[in-house]
């Protein structure tokens, strides 16, 4: 039987700006590409305001709508919570839903501190064991570049890693008339570029050498203090605009972090170059269908950084889409997310990234904060 | 009121391989991104196994299944017909549904000959005085950095066009094992790299620059002759395997064409460079977010190509998608596609390219096998 | 014995424009790197005007001047005449040259006609009977990377060869108002971009691939008819501003080719593709200590067109300059070429590219002429 | 009157391997290019064995060798020491030249430590107040594209400076059987990548934005503790193969830095990349003669990185070489670097980058080592 006439599965997504976009563009579309064993029914869309949450349900496909998320959380129709707001509410929803024994998709950063990440870890830990199941929206991680760089370094391919730079270059707070955000206002984003686009890049890193960063030096700045704002006003910006941190991972290799929204000119520029003793590997979202790679096995005149196009069918989750050659774009990556949980809900296992997963990061963010609030000194995670 | 819950349309698609899985996704999702008039109804899909077809329904979301495409044509709740079939049957599906007065969509090649061209023109300018719409899938006008390119040409910015030179390369069959396909099959496919890569670039050139190619001369080649087939058998292959051109345009520039799926390493490469006496334009679609641009008023010290991130909401079709930097992929091509045919329809006025936009490609196509099959001499079109 | 004190040979050197330069660089760098057998003299520069060529000497460090070329070659001191002149002198200096039992070494275009490059390469064979060599210029073929790609197709690493694909594109033309040249005055350079630029391309594909192209369809086109002087008047443009063909190569590879001062924005952009049945690679002046290279029998999720900095000792050429990833530059083809030549005069035997492979080439551009002029029809070679 | 011909300036140079070579280039061809005010005469090449000395000097053209630098010094016929030594001998020499009276060009990094370095400095000031001239070899600010990008963040074209990322990844010990060398070896070389490859960057940092840097957090390491060494044993490597830092610079900018022999694949990747509130630059000396740009200024529809070929005729040092698009390579930096040198001191003015200059460097170095040694906490410059 096709998948698209399966068993369904029940959502809630709370939360619809641009994150419940592309989270509803996945539900709606997973089973028409991936052989999920579940079918996702958008059962209902939470929002605070209700004229502008039933109009997104409206424009994304969502059967109802609930102002209040324990309302949501409590429905019977609704098997899964998806949580798409900011981050200063994520553990307070999410571990309310997994009490109430809902699985959980948690958009990124996971919490705003160490303690709420470990609360949540936690009640992910005691729900797992009733059999429900937790995933930190880290999607990069479903960039099919990047899930082969991680078979790639898994398979010792790379040997001993020694070298892992990343950064994460977004520009659109170049202008210093750029308006106040919610997401400058270190109450409800916790912090700036560091949870927003460190936390992505501590991931990736983690994720792709499969190793832990162990110890950070870094430092933040904000460049702009007051912005203004919707009401005509100024708004204090109470967050970093960048954060760069150097520190060693569990193997003895060292790292190199850069996460700054006023990089001007540098759109997306997610960035991730490992360099071991028999091969090295690249990546930059702003070409995100490639991988470069370069094999320090072979003969020095043939060698040379080579640029994959990881459009081929045996590449990670890309059989399921289009021929060589035709590239996939960004909201593919929650996709295959959202497949590869509906799968781990149907085989009885937990998804990955997990919330301890996503503690291992909030503590290296963490780490970072303090570091840079002591003067840039060594801090452990 | 939102679009999505507007007016419908019913779509009856014929075919469902490789153009009907993406058409279908272009149908299911186009007004959950753009505000258009009418919502489509993925009401029928054609395909002359009932199996098949059943099954590919479910999976691409159609509500009913037609093994007849004249069935599927005459039914009420159809009223555009998208043909997603091979080139042999375009005419004849094209031209009984626009007589019965349905909306055509139909891939391209639009035809096999130009004598099919023709009719098809024709009737569709008779179905057109009647508010009958119809359109030609060359999907590649749809992304955003083509059209970006059109609009930077139709300005005045490039100044005289001296040169245009275009290819598209793939290397699927560069293995001589690779299996025999319909494609390779001159009675379905009417040509092989012609048809199905030089119709692209015929049509980007033309699309871009605003003018026409007004004669050829023009080789082509077959490099493997025989092909293992399904049945274990020998295919033999009746179309070309590459088609290289050269030609003048209407305002007098130059250019050339290459069109080959034995490129070995390219894999989807469909590159247009424009060179004007102001600025030079440059397009790869294994890039297919970036627009090289060279503007030559700048001073010499700072003149340069610049790769233009063609993801900002300003660029055609872009604002209804993801934020600077977060790429789109193949299949936005179509949604775009048919969000601009889906306008056309509720505004009452006549979707490009139309029929007479892909006559004017197949002309330029027959003029190519014309001169390829005299000694490569010139060619008017 | 080092070679910097081993036996000289005098060079007489016709021309002390652009070429001039870069010829003296060569002659008085190249034993400094390159074990040579011969140790070049700069003993004669030669030039009409007797005061340009005498602080031309001085500037480039030529022992004596002489104003006439026949005085040049007769001068016992001289044992090599390098002619960089305009293309109407080539035939007769170097026709002399070779009976006065004098080396050769003439700059490309060879010459201005097939007539004169056949009267060239006979001269050539009867002077290489009694030990005298002649080469020409073609100095891409000293590109490390070009010269690599040629031991890459000689090993058989590209399998069969498929396509070929090069343009030589300039933009030194583009605005209408640039002056008038010699190079553009047909009765001195023979033609434009055709003899100036297409001769690089046609000699490197013939050089890369070990193939030789067996017939075109050619067209040429003048974009600019007239240019100011330097007297203040208007100058008649008699060559053409660009050249396309397309064709065929002795081993059933079809081949497209463009030259062009027309490019804006590409400033010596000579490009060469080349596509086998097991691998393809593809080169650019503009980056010309890269090579493409792309190995089709590696893995699918592994295979990629992959950047080799040709700069490893193990390249051809490299050996004696930096280590790898210090650059070399343009005036290093001449260095490179000159150590080539010297080497095989010491070592008696006859250097490449011969006379009769410049007559190869010419042979080429006479048919592509031929087949412009002729409406753009087939021309066999 | 020529520069070729002109007043004599005789050049003894001590060392005579990799930088004896680019040096000795340089000094033989400068005035063949430039208009310099003196002529240098390779006069002396010093030493220690006379065997191999006497053989480089034949080799690269020198007339003299002495095996004793200060024999050398205080010869007569020469009138500027260029130290090519490696750093444990350049203060002893710099010094004493210094105090003979002698011009001095001494390659980086200009001394092992921030003492001798300051012993240096204070020799040059006081030596200065006589005329004689002293210049540190950063080679690199003679690269083009970087003497460019200097002149645009002069001009305000950037705007202000937010953030300075900079790397310099070598591969050349990835192999953990690459042998010993003395740069490996900490007494002579004083320390590994950091000074090696870290001067070059900190310098290029320094000089590109105009500001200084004030206070860094570092971290070194050590991957591989013993290699062969030529005898057939077994040497210990005493410095770092690595150093990461970040830190801040005068205006309040952010920087990263890099520097390491172990990034497989890149061979001389010197990057720079500079973000400012209007403008952003970037580089990377393994494509050396192109610089990166973003203008912030244009429409957001036209912006993009621009690859700008730095070989126009208006770009630093370019109007003495090749036409645009003909590329520069490694040792024109040198060239370019004498001559600004020979161009200071027949003008009677210091040259830059001096050696106050090299002293600002140092201390950044010194900086690094002394955070790296003490847990990685923040240093003050």
Not at 195 to 208: E, K, S
């Amino acid at each position: 039987m096709s998948p698209a006439a399966g068993e369904t599965i029940g959502i809630g997504m709370v939360g619809h700006a641009f994150m419940g976009a592309v989270h509803s563009h996945a539900w709606r579309n997973v089973h028409r590409f991936f052989d999920t064993p579940l079918v996702p029914r958008l059962a209902v869309l939470g929002g605070r305001d209700e004229t502008r949450a039933k109009a997104a349900a409206q424009k994304f496909g969502w059967a109802a709508v609930e102002t209040d998320w324990r309302a949501l959380i409590a429905r019977d129709d609704v098997d899964l919570i998806d949580i798409c707001t900011p981050g200063d509410s994520h553990a307070e929803i999410a571990i309310a839903a997994l009490e109430a024994g809902k699985h959980v998709l948690c958009e990124k950063p996971m919490a705003n501190t160490v303690a709420e990440a470990e609360a949540m870890a936690e009640a992910a830990r005691k729900a797992g064991e009733r059999g429900v199941r937790s995933m930190v929206a880290f999607n990069y991680r479903r960039v099919p570049a990047l899930a082969h760089a991680r078979k790639l370094v898994a398979s010792g391919a790379l040997g001993d890693i020694r070298h892992v730079r990343s950064v994460y270059l977004q520009d659109w707070l170049s202008d210093p008339k750029s308006p106040m955000s919610w997401r400058l206002n270190k109450d409800l984003a916790g912090s700036g570029a560091l949870g927003d686009l460190g936390a992505h890049i501590v991931d990736a890193a983690q994720f792709v050498t499969g190793e832990l960063i162990t110890g950070v030096s870094a430092l933040t700045n904000t460049f702009v203090h007051q912005r203004p704002d919707a009401a005509g006003g100024v708004g204090e910006v109470t967050v970093d605009d960048c954060a760069l941190f150097i520190g060693r991972m569990t193997s003895g290799a060292v790292a190199s972090f850069e996460a700054t929204r006023y990089a001007l000119g540098r759109k997306n520029s997610m960035r991730l170059e490992v360099n071991g003793s028999k091969a090295s590997l690249a990546f930059d979202f702003e070409s995100m269908n490639e991988l470069s790679w370069y094999d320090g096995t072979e003969p020095p005149t043939e060698a040379g950084f080579r640029r994959i196009l990881v459009t081929e069918p045996q590449h990670p989750y890309v059989g399921v889409w289009w021929p060589p050659g035709h590239l996939l774009g960004y909201e593919h990556t929650f996709t295959n997310e959202v497949a590869d949980l509906l799968t781990a809900i149907g085989g009885g296992y937990h998804p990955e990234p997990s919330f301890d997963d996503g503690l291992r990061v909030q503590r290296v963010l963490g780490a970072v904060e303090e570091s840079a609030a002591a003067g840039s000194g060594w801090q452990e995670v």
